[in-house]
């Protein structure tokens, strides 16, 4: 199906913006296309390269309290953001041709009440009025847009979206399935009884990564994500995840250093290891039988989630890890320094398991050991600039 406008999808990330052109193929059917535009952020002049979000328990009373009050370093930051995303989508107009764009945008972190704006940013600047201020530079640059951006919506969202509609995306086959996106930071995603969920849906029982708490005080995100990863073997090394970094010292390079007996990479992956069961156990017991507090809180004041919800007994088809983390464990597949200690774990929670029934423990376990078939890795690593289009173009659609 081609139109008489471009879709273009924006996967706003933590250091850089990624924009592509969408190909609608059928009304339940997308792709890539063949324009992709990715601009650091540190490209755009007036970049803090060391900025400091503002405290996120700060920056959850301003927002929860409707007084939001971005610093001068946020609307510095939010300036080379801004521009980044407006330069990227000038690029593909260019190279595509088209006069005409319609425009999806995800970013992580939560949304203003109009849903066009970021109000709290675990690793970057508040942007109250970042859609507004895309339109207005679009505008001055003669770029038409179909539509004003409707919302800027979930990176997480979107990667279940774009796992969804994508041609080769892994929710398609399934009815009830849980993705986990490691990345710069972690993603969520659900899809229940036949559809992927908002999560804004299910945040009265459904924790999201990022907001639960080791017992060692990090975020579970810390574990389960490519700069997190990082920043664990660095506190090992007594190194800077910058020094890592500069090093080529990344996950896999982490991964490799533990099959040869490095010490410091040994814990690390037994750490990963650990809090990824942890967390995967988390998923399938709160779907089954409501939240079971295996987890404290990043923010202390939010409200106790609720032990009971509308999906109960649903057991996962199949658990979706991607992105750098399913690149990770894909490579780890076998392993003894990562993927077999996972499995024996995420596997000893569930026979040990007094929240699971025998039904869901068999569902999950063959004689004992986890059924490995289940966890699937995706190969999408675009999904949230996939879904962000999808999502663009399926609001268009039904507003027309």
């Given at each position: 199906?081609?139109?008489?406008?471009?879709?273009?999808?924006?996967?706003?990330?933590?250091?850089?913006?990624?924009?592509?052109?969408?190909?609608?193929?059928?009304?339940?059917?997308?792709?890539?296309?063949?324009?992709?535009?990715?601009?650091?952020?540190?490209?755009?002049?007036?970049?803090?390269?060391?900025?400091?979000?503002?405290?996120?328990?700060?920056?959850?009373?301003?927002?929860?309290?409707?007084?939001?009050?971005?610093?001068?370093?946020?609307?510095?930051?939010?300036?080379?953001?801004?521009?980044?995303?407006?330069?990227?989508?000038?690029q593909i107009v260019t190279q595509s041709g088209y006069a005409q764009v319609l425009l999806g945008i995800g970013m992580p972190g939560i949304k203003?009440?109009?849903?066009?704006?970021?109000?709290?940013?675990?690793?970057?600047?508040?942007?109250?009025?970042?859609?507004?201020?895309?339109?207005?530079?679009?505008?001055?640059?003669?770029?038409?847009?179909?539509?004003?951006?409707?919302?800027?919506?979930?990176?997480?969202?979107?990667?279940?979206?774009?796992?969804?509609?994508?041609?080769?995306?892994?929710?398609?086959?399934?009815?009830?399935?849980?993705?986990?996106?490691?990345?710069?930071?972690?993603?969520?995603?659900?899809?229940?009884?036949?559809?992927?969920?908002?999560?804004?849906?299910?945040?009265?029982?459904?924790?999201?990564?990022?907001?639960?708490?080791?017992?060692?005080?990090?975020?579970?995100?810390?574990?389960?994500?490519?700069?997190?990863?990082?920043?664990?073997?660095?506190?090992?090394?007594?190194?800077?995840?910058?020094?890592?970094?500069?090093?080529?010292?990344?996950?896999?390079?982490?991964?490799?250093?533990?099959?040869?007996?490095?010490?410091?990479?040994?814990?690390?992956?037994?750490?990963?290891?650990?809090?990824?069961?942890?967390?995967?156990?988390?998923?399938?017991?709160?779907?089954?039988?409501?939240?079971?507090?295996?987890?404290?809180?990043?923010?202390?004041?939010?409200?106790?989630?609720?032990?009971?919800?509308?999906?109960?007994?649903?057991?996962?088809?199949?658990?979706?890890?991607?992105?750098?983390?399913?690149?990770?464990?894909?490579?780890?597949?076998?392993?003894?320094?990562?993927?077999?200690?996972?499995?024996?774990?995420?596997?000893?929670?569930?026979?040990?398991?007094?929240?699971?029934?025998?039904?869901?423990?068999?569902?999950?376990?063959?004689?004992?050991?986890?059924?490995?078939?289940?966890?699937?890795?995706?190969?999408?690593r675009e999904a949230p600039a996939l879904g962000a289009g999808i999502d663009a173009y399926l609001t268009w659609r039904k507003n027309c």
């Amino acid at each position: 199906m081609q139109s008489e406008f471009l879709v273009i999808g924006i996967d706003g990330g933590a250091t850089k913006v990624n924009a592509w052109s969408i190909v609608v193929e059928s009304e339940n059917a997308f792709r890539l296309g063949d324009f992709n535009v990715q601009k650091s952020y540190c490209e755009i002049a007036g970049y803090i390269e060391n900025f400091q979000p503002v405290d996120l328990n700060v920056q959850l009373t301003e927002w929860e309290a409707d007084n939001i009050r971005p610093t001068a370093a946020e609307n510095q930051q939010a300036h080379c953001y801004i521009k980044a995303a407006v330069a990227a989508i000038e690029q593909i107009v260019t190279q595509s041709g088209y006069a005409q764009v319609l425009l999806g945008i995800g970013m992580p972190g939560i949304k203003t009440r109009n849903e066009r704006g970021i109000a709290v940013l675990k690793n970057g600047p508040r942007m109250t009025d970042y859609a507004s201020r895309i339109e207005e530079q679009l505008s001055v640059k003669g770029i038409n847009l179909v539509t004003p951006i409707s919302h800027i919506g979930s990176d997480a969202y979107y990667c279940g979206i774009g796992e969804e509609y994508a041609t080769e995306g892994l929710f398609r086959t399934v009815q009830n399935s849980y993705y986990l996106g490691g990345g710069t930071g972690a993603a969520d995603a659900l899809k229940l009884n036949g559809r992927v969920i908002p999560l804004d849906e299910t945040k009265g029982w459904f924790v999201k990564a990022w907001e639960m708490k080791c017992p060692a005080g990090h975020s579970v995100e810390r574990y389960v994500s490519s700069k997190g990863i990082q920043a664990i073997y660095g506190e090992h090394e007594q190194r800077t995840v910058d020094e890592l970094s500069r090093a080529g010292i990344f996950p896999p390079q982490i991964r490799r250093q533990a099959l040869q007996g490095e010490k410091a990479a040994v814990m690390t992956m037994h750490e990963v290891a650990h809090y990824l069961a942890l967390l995967l156990y988390e998923r399938i017991t709160s779907l089954y039988a409501g939240w079971q507090g295996l987890f404290q809180f990043v923010n202390p004041n939010r409200p106790a989630p609720s032990t009971t919800h509308a999906y109960k007994r649903i057991r996962l088809d199949n658990i979706i890890i991607g992105q750098r983390l399913g690149d990770l464990l894909l490579e780890a597949r076998g392993d003894t320094v990562l993927w077999v200690p996972f499995i024996a774990e995420l596997s000893r929670l569930i026979n040990d398991s007094t929240i699971l029934d025998q039904t869901a423990k068999q569902h999950y376990c063959n004689n004992g050991q986890f059924k490995v078939e289940l966890i699937q890795i995706s190969r999408l690593r675009e999904a949230p600039a996939l879904g962000a289009g999808i999502d663009a173009y399926l609001t268009w659609r039904k507003n027309c």
